[in-house]
DNA sequence: TTGAAAGCGCTAACAT
DNA sequence: ATGTTAGCGCTTTCAA
């Protein structure tokens, strides 16, 4: 790769000359202009972020810590902050943490060294003293998580309006013995929809049952079946299912099926995400939609703001329900 | 963030003494390291990512370029790829092109710029010209997709002899009249996999029929949807269906359903990928298995062993026919 | 064993 | 309008 140095020998100028050039900052003649832009152009220079960046703080780079690609849920997110940032000049780089605090660890790091602008945070199991050292002084916004008591930027849903109004949607269906396929609370929202289901019941005056509360310890269909496995076990069966991520309920469904149990009649099924998936299983998923793609959009225009030195506000945005077959 | 003078400072060294604590490579005494270990301690130093690599040309980090991380064949890779390398002391940064070439170069760039030590590639549509420039002086291997003519290192698997195996899967169960729901046949495994298909025909005596082949543009479940509604439109309709990828056979699976018709009596389906999804659909999918984690593993052991300079062979791994119920 | 200093590629303040 | 140069944080050679 051909230095600026290099650039500025061949196009007989200093490296100062270049620079101007290259950042459009200050005036430079025609002349100097064309024979800078030839030289780049002959040597295929591209300027080197390292360099940049120690002089300059800035990369023009978006950090995306997430705990896993494989939930559709946040691949929905991903296209809104990319085709926002990319919009606006920035790229993105996609961190997997796996919810380990030493791999969030490294990425914070990679902030501190400035080779990125801002961190967007999708991941809630991250250690909160290092998280808010870290916002406290550099750009930082959390997408559908956030913390409660903090005070960085987020955007997200009302997880527990929306979950109270899914159980409510069953009691309606008129199913009192409704179960609950949660995550590890460790996620806020899994504290809050558990919260909305309860809230839901209890104004229905119908017992909470801890037998058909169930927490996962992983984000997957096969968690879902396996809870859903756990329930179908009970003596006592569940009329209704209420799943809190489109992938439980899909291993639900599944188990469901195979044990030759009608939905919805013998038990209705309730989603959450509206992945794309939620519409191609048989029957076809009842969900909570929630504006994934905005939140992305959102949440990259924050970043964004923020780093350019701005006030963000943060945003609780609208879901909707998705009444499908299998309610 | 504390930087390396204000350790030497208060450590009461020279940060050439710093360094060397901090690299461990060269002696240093007793005394000097505590004192130094401690102001680190004290300071809650982090070396510097662009000063080191500025110095060094060495980030510890890997470059993963994928088309789109919605694709859930490409999460099981990543698992793979960063299990291995996390292991090996690498980092990992997902970079999604989106098959866009501009994107390409901007990550390719970061190479150039050594952000970053090596790249992974899974996505075929990329610049020849450019690429091959890239690998001539960076590490570089290519993931699923590869090259034919070229010398970068791969790993993969014998796509025509897996779609021929699956074709012929079908031709053994009765079926004559084969649809095959392809990509676009940009990617070399959309060629190779129709090419098996054809072979398997042929050697069947069975006609080949464009108007059972249909490339879609987008890798989706609707794209697999709408590509069925295309066949189950022909008058004379097919009775099995080698979709090239689970989504495709999934979205296949669906609108055969909705159209009244049962998988496998009057269609029969096959995918490709064996995806976590594709045991959850109704009925669950047949389809074939690439080593998918395994090949992430690999490719992470090829680009790493290539950084340290070591000659890499590429390997073609073994699939495997998975028969379930829609067949 | 340690320190001084050069230099990686770049930008911006200052000088011309 | 352009050039010279200091300095961003680090490692490493050279000298002591």
Redesign the pocket.
């Known amino acids: 790769?051909a230095?600026?140095?290099e650039?500025?020998k061949r196009a007989?100028?200093?490296?100062?000359?270049?620079?101007?050039v290259?950042?459009k900052?200050?005036?430079?003649?025609m002349?100097?202009?064309i024979r800078v832009e030839q030289a780049i152009k002959e040597l295929n220079?591209?300027?080197?972020v390292?360099?940049?960046n120690?002089?300059?703080s800035e990369s023009r780079l978006l950090l995306v810590l997430l705990p896993s690609i494989s939930n559709p849920f946040y691949s929905e997110i991903i296209n809104g902050i990319e085709d926002t940032a990319i919009g606006q000049g920035y790229n993105i780089l996609l961190c997997e943490t796996d919810s380990n605090p030493e791999r969030e660890a490294i990425y914070f790091n990679m902030m501190r060294n400035r080779l990125a602008d801002g961190i967007i945070l999708m991941d809630p199991t991250v250690n909160q003293e290092n998280l808010h050292e870290l916002a406290s002084k550099y750009p930082v916004v959390q997408c559908s998580e956030f913390d409660e008591d903090g005070n960085i930027s987020y955007v997200t849903i009302n997880n527990q309006l929306a979950a109270y109004q899914a159980v409510k949607h069953l009691i309606k269906l008129g199913k009192q013995k409704i179960a609950l396929i949660n995550s590890d609370e460790k996620f806020l929202y899994a504290r809050e929809r558990r919260s909305g289901y309860e809230k839901a019941l209890k104004e229905f005056a119908i017992p909470i049952e801890e037998k058909w509360i169930y927490n996962t310890d992983n984000l997957s269909f096969e968690s879902g079946q396996q809870a859903m496995r756990f329930l179908l076990n009970q003596e006592d069966r569940p009329a209704a299912v209420f799943a809190v991520s489109d992938l439980f309920a899909i291993g639900a469904l599944k188990e469901i099926n195979s044990n030759g149990l009608r939905v919805p009649d013998d038990i209705a099924v309730i989603g959450f995400d509206k992945i794309s998936f939620s519409n191609m299983t048989y029957p076809t998923l009842t969900t909570v939609a929630q504006p994934m793609y905005r939140m992305g959009c959102i949440s990259a225009n924050m970043i964004i703001n923020k780093i350019k030195g701005e006030e963000v506000d943060s945003l609780i945005l609208d879901h909707e329900l998705i009444i499908r077959e299998s309610t």
């Not at 007989?12 to 101007?20: E, F, K, L, Q």
């Open positions: 790769m230095t600026i140095q650039v500025a007989g100028v200093s490296v100062a000359t270049v620079s101007r290259i950042n900052r200050s005036k430079v003649s002349k100097a202009r220079y591209e300027p080197s390292l360099g940049r120690l002089r300059n």
